[in-house]
């Protein structure tokens, strides 16, 4: 079985310009998580979807950060525009959604460089 | 608000060594309790998921233990190689959400 895929794998821009993330969850799954990591840090969530919902996205910069799930399956995170401090690890996990059992899957991750 | 440490942030041992990996946590209510493995430039893997109403869990040659009260975890990995050699992560599911709070994590180094 496959597991959770995320692209690009790498990605430099300079501030000021966009960029978007891209994510395909395990098949089945309906919950789908985003997380940004720093250096020596672990992931914090950003936004995590129920299906297309977003059900909790308190930690999402909204003024520059947007994600979307299309028909309840792949997702998107965009940076627009990109700041210096935005250099990190973009992480998607994916789940069942089943409570206290569940278990999140994680992809390898978008590191991502604002020069 | 949830706070999850680790202690030590990075451990250093010979091959075949026992050792134990520690974290705590302030906010008794969690669903459950989960530890990772993170390799270089990669996701995290889940190791072992300990519930909530459960005291430990175990998988090989990792046992991991619970004691909600105190707000502790450990991470036991016995006869330690070198392909252990990562950073192991904490998190706690707060109760009544999905969220996952991390700790940030110890490296570990296992030397042949």
């Known amino acids: 079985e496959a597991g959770v895929v995320q692209s690009p794998r790498y990605k430099i821009i300079e501030k000021k310009q966009p960029v978007a993330f891209w994510c395909n969850p395990i098949?089945?799954?309906?919950?789908l998580y985003w997380y940004l990591q720093n250096l020596g840090q672990g992931p914090e969530l950003l936004i995590r979807?129920?299906?297309?919902?977003?059900?909790?996205d308190s930690q999402l910069p909204k003024d520059r950060f947007s994600a979307e799930r299309l028909k309840g399956v792949d997702s998107t995170l965009k940076i627009q525009p990109a700041e210096l401090g935005d250099s990190a690890v973009y992480l998607c996990?994916?789940?069942?959604?089943?409570?206290?059992?569940?278990?999140?899957?994680f992809g390898p991750g978008t590191r991502l460089t604002v020069l | 608000k949830q706070e999850v440490t680790q202690i030590p942030a990075a451990l250093s041992v010979p091959e075949g060594e026992n050792l134990v990996l520690n974290c705590s946590f302030t906010?008794?209510?969690?669903?459950?309790l989960q530890w990772f493995r993170q390799d270089p430039g990669k996701g995290l893997t889940s190791l072992l998921l300990?519930?909530?109403?459960?005291r430990e869990q175990t998988s090989g040659r990792l046992n991991a233990s619970l004691d909600k009260s105190s707000g502790r975890s450990t991470l036991y990995i016995a006869a330690s190689q070198p392909g252990d050699s990562a950073t192991y992560l904490c998190?706690?599911?707060?109760?009544?959400?999905?969220?996952?709070?991390f700790g940030k994590g110890t490296k570990l180094t296992v030397n042949p």
């Open positions: 996990a994916s789940s069942l959604g089943q409570g206290s059992t569940d278990t999140q899957y």
């Open positions: 098949s089945g799954h309906n919950t």
């Open positions: 979807y129920e299906n297309e919902e977003a059900v909790d």
């Open positions: 906010d008794s209510a969690i669903y459950n």
């Open positions: 300990i519930q909530s109403s459960q």
């Open positions: 998190a706690v599911t707060q109760g009544g959400s999905e969220k996952l709070v």
